[in-house]
T-cell receptor
């Protein structure tokens, strides 16, 4: 039972353009959502998060949007840079579970110069 | 260092051997988590500590897996009688423990069982 899904295994964009990574979830009890970025042979690095009481959170070039009715969130990166090339994981948690994270399968983003 | 530290970075063991993986969380972080990541997949939850108390071990795949955090700081994940399907990257994460605080991950231990 995959409760968090990232349906695009890969995404390729041109430097300077917008990257949009998508994530869907099925468990309506999730109330906190995060995006992590992962380079090869390193652990996931926290990027940005959003609580279920909000529908948007912005941090520099990164914006996360949450649509609770659709159980969908997305990460926008503007403008995209070659250094953004990495695997991006969407994760979700519910407070009642001690904040354990449920991850999607990841999306490989490639930003071409 | 300021981050989560895991050791060893790589571990190769023969099937049937026992292994121990270590995690040093960020100083002062109350919550500590272990995850298992198979190739091409997202991390999957194994177990969770709040200080020294193991509050959730529902993700441990079998009774061959055991984790401890005796003094509420360093944690060890032990796998007994290893099998080939145990080959994965084992990630440790810590967080301050307050609501809606992100977890910060170490670089993981890549375990290969021959």
């Amino acid at each position: 039972d995959q409760q968090v899904k990232q349906n695009s295994p890969s995404l390729s964009v041109q430097e300077g353009r917008i990257s949009i990574l998508n994530c869907d979830y099925t468990n309506s009890m999730f109330d906190y959502f995060l995006w992590y970025k992962k380079y090869p042979a390193e652990g996931p690095t926290f990027l940005i998060s959003i609580s279920s009481i909000k529908d948007k959170n912005e941090d520099g070039r990164f914006t996360v949007f949450l649509n609770k009715s659709a159980k969908h969130l997305s990460l926008h990166i503007v403008p995209s840079q070659p250094g953004d090339s990495a695997v991006y994981f969407c994760a979700a948690s519910k407070e009642t579970s001690g904040s354990r994270l449920t991850f999607g399968e990841g999306t490989q983003l490639t930003v071409n110069p | 260092g300021a981050g989560v530290s895991q050791s060893p970075r790589y571990k190769v063991a023969k099937r049937g051997q026992d292994v121990a993986l270590r995690c040093d969380p960020i100083s002062g972080h109350v919550s500590l988590f272990w995850y298992q990541q198979a190739l091409g997949q997202g991390p999957e939850f194994l177990t969770y500590f709040q200080n020294e108390a193991q509050l959730d071990k529902s993700g441990l795949p079998s009774d061959r897996f055991f984790a401890e955090r005796p003094e509420g700081s360093v944690s060890t994940l032990k796998i007994q009688r290893t099998q080939q399907e145990d080959s994965a990257v084992y990630l440790c994460a810590s967080s301050p423990g307050q609501r809606n605080q992100p977890q910060h991950f170490g670089d993981g231990t890549r375990l290969s069982i021959l």
